[in-house]
T-cell receptor, first 114, second 115 residues
Framework: DGGITQSPKYLFRKEGQNVTLSCEQN?????MYWYRQDPGQGLRLIYY???????QKGDIAEGYSVSREKKESFPLTVTSAQKNPTAFYLC?????????????FGPGTRLLVL | AQKVTQAQTEISVVEKEDVTLDCVYE???????LFWYKQPPSGELVFLIR??????QNEISGRYSWNFQKSTSSFNFTITASQVVDSAVYFC????????????FGTGTRLQVFP
C-alpha cells in the first residue's frame, strides 16, 4: 500500500537534546513538507523540499533542521535551540511542487519535553 | 494577504442532525485550490476534497456536500445525518497558484456528534 509513514508515534526529549523525527513516503512524490500543530491552532509550515538535495524554510523554521538525501525520506531534527518543541508534527507530500496539487499527510509524531 | 477563517471553534450535535462547517478565505490570486481535511482523534489528516477556483459547482459525496461561492469567498461543508464517526476536527485550507508550496490552514472546527 502506498502512503506516508512517520516514526515514532510518541517521542520524549530531554533538555538540551536534539531529536529526529522520521518521515518516509512510497508515493513517488517529489515534494515533502513538515508542519507543526499546537492545540487549538491550525498547521504551520516548518520546512519543505521540492526535490532531492533541496529544501526551503517555512514560516517557523527556527530551531529545526532537515535533510533530503533520498526522494522518499525527509527527516526533521528538533534542535536544542527550539525552546518550545512540545507539539504534534505532521509530514506531508505532494506529487509536484510547481503546480497546484493535493498534499497528503502521515499519521504524525507527538513530541513531549521531559 | 491570504487567510482562511473558520469562525466556529466547536460544534456539538446529536446523531442524525445535519451540520454545516463554515470556511471563509482571502486571496489576491485568481487561481487557487480550496481543501477540506478531517483530523480524527488518531491525529492523521485525511484529505476530503479539493476544489479549484474556476469550478463553482457544488459537490456531493455520500453524506458530505460542499458549497463553494466565490461571491462571498466561502467554501462551506455540510454533513447530512451526522454519525458518531464524524466526530473530528475539520480543517479548511487554501493553496494559491503563485505560491504552490504553501498550504494555508484555518484553525479548525471541532465537531462532536453525540449518540
Amino acid at each position: 500500500d502506498g502512503g506516508i509513514t512517520q516514526s515514532p508515534k510518541y517521542l520524549f526529549r530531554k533538555e538540551g537534546q536534539n531529536v529526529t523525527l522520521s518521515c518516509e513516503q512510497n508515493l513517488n512524490h517529489d515534494a515533502m513538507y513538515w508542519y507543526r500543530q499546537d492545540p487549538g491552532q491550525g498547521l504551520r509550515l516548518i520546512y519543505y523540499s521540492q526535490i532531492v538535495n533541496d529544501f526551503q524554510k517555512g514560516d517557523i523554521a527556527e530551531g529545526y533542521s532537515v535533510s533530503r538525501e533520498k526522494k522518499e525520506s525527509f527527516p526533521l531534527t528538533v534542535t536544542s535551540a527550539q525552546k518550545n518543541p512540545t507539539a504534534f508534527y505532521l509530514c506531508a507530500s505532494s506529487i509536484a511542487w510547481d503546480r497546484l496539487e493535493t498534499q497528503y499527510f502521515g499519521p504524525g509524531t507527538r513530541l513531549l519535553v521531559l | 494577504a491570504q487567510k482562511v477563517t473558520q469562525a466556529q471553534t466547536e460544534i456539538s450535535v446529536v446523531e442524525k442532525e445535519d451540520v454545516t462547517l463554515d470556511c471563509v478565505y482571502e486571496t489576491r490570486d485568481t487561481t487557487y485550490y480550496l481543501f477540506w481535511y478531517k483530523q480524527p482523534p488518531s491525529g492523521e489528516l485525511v484529505f476530503l476534497i479539493r476544489r479549484n477556483s474556476f469550478d463553482e459547482q457544488n459537490e456531493i459525496s455520500g453524506r458530505y456536500s460542499w458549497n463553494f461561492q466565490k461571491s462571498t469567498s466561502s467554501f462551506n461543508f455540510t454533513i447530512t445525518a451526522s454519525q458518531v464517526v464524524d466526530s473530528a476536527v475539520y480543517f479548511c485550507a487554501l493553496s494559491e497558484a503563485y505560491n504552490t508550496d504553501k498550504l494555508i490552514f484555518g484553525t479548525g472546527t471541532r465537531l462532536q456528534v453525540f449518540p
